[in-house]
């Protein structure tokens, strides 16, 4: 049989082409043989069993394979929060928080109704709701299965201000005006080369939005302001090149006050404007 210590060096082999094979390795091993990191450092010479150590080594060679250690974890971290995370959802993206950051400065604290739009995992609606326990929020997503992991992450997280809607973004969805809506909506092209490397592992439809990345953007502008309260907001993540394109948009529909921000790294990540008073 095979040590702690004996797995984890072969594992850090292994894992040498991805981000920190030291790291990974150990939260892999942990994962497989279901216990702590901390264990693994205080007792290296302890023995796996053999059943374990297949575990072990199928995790790894998913790894090597690209596929998301979110995905092998089942779990990721967004805004201090845990979350499940399958192939049926992208893995939240620290990026992400500052668009959640964003909403949460722009509306009071007041009880109030919001809707996100594609929740995914429902990162941005748990976040959410975590911080504006006043707030009914309704979040929604295309996807079945999707719905299933956000209303698992919701339960798990217990908050119960949170109503989760099967809707194809405003198609089939039947709510008074809301006093602000958030999207972080597909935003590829269907002809983006990283659909083929890193991100081949995660659900395509929640990645691409058509031939140009701005599909979606296009849609929910063009539908939005039957949902919103006058002056209420719209507010959107997106790619490092599309902010001019999506503040064009919003200003055809008539909204006010549009503004773009950089994330950490100095690009053009959120994109908001307000419904015409």
């Known amino acids: 049989m095979q ?6 060096k072969h594992g850090y082999e292994l894992l040498q082409g991805t981000d920190n094979p030291h790291l990974e390795a150990q939260l892999l091993l942990a994962k497989a043989l279901a216990c702590e990191r901390i264990q693994l450092i205080a007792w290296p010479d302890k023995q796996v069993s ?34 499940y995370v ?6 939240p993206r620290p ?39 006043h707030w009914q929020i309704i979040a929604t997503d295309i996807s079945f299965e999707a719905l299933k992991v956000a209303k698992s992450n919701s339960m798990q997280l217990n908050l119960p201000n949170i109503q989760w809607v099967h809707a194809n973004w405003f198609a089939g969805l039947s709510l008074p005006p809301v006093a602000a809506i958030i999207s972080n909506p597909p935003y590829l092209s269907d002809s983006d080369p990283h659909l083929k490397e890193d991100l081949l592992h995660e659900p395509q439809s929640a990645l691409v939005s058509g031939n140009t990345g701005l599909e979606a953007y296009e849609t929910i502008i063009a539908n939005a302001l039957p949902y919103l309260i006058p002056g209420g907001l719209l507010a959107f993540e997106h790619g490092a090149t599309q902010s001019q394109d999506i503040a064009v948009l919003l200003a055809k ?6 503004k773009i921000l950089n994330d950490l790294a100095n690009i053009p990540r959120i994109t908001l404007g307000f419904a015409p008073k």
């Open 86 to 91: 399958n192939q049926h959802v992208l893995v």
């Open 95 to 133: 990026e992400t928080e500052l668009l959640v950051e964003t909403f949460l400065q722009y509306l009071p604290q007041d009880a109030l109704t919001v809707l996100e739009l594609g929740t995914g995992s429902g990162a941005i609606a748990c976040a959410l709701a975590s911080e504006r326990p």
């Open 3 to 8: 040590t702690i210590a004996q797995l984890l």
């Open 253 to 258: 529909q008539g909204y006010a006050d549009i």
């Open 50 to 83: 053999d059943e374990q150590v297949i575990v072990f080594h199928k995790l790894v060679q998913r790894r090597c394979q690209h596929e998301p250690i979110a995905y092998l974890l089942e779990e990721k971290e967004f805004w201090s929060l845990p979350f």
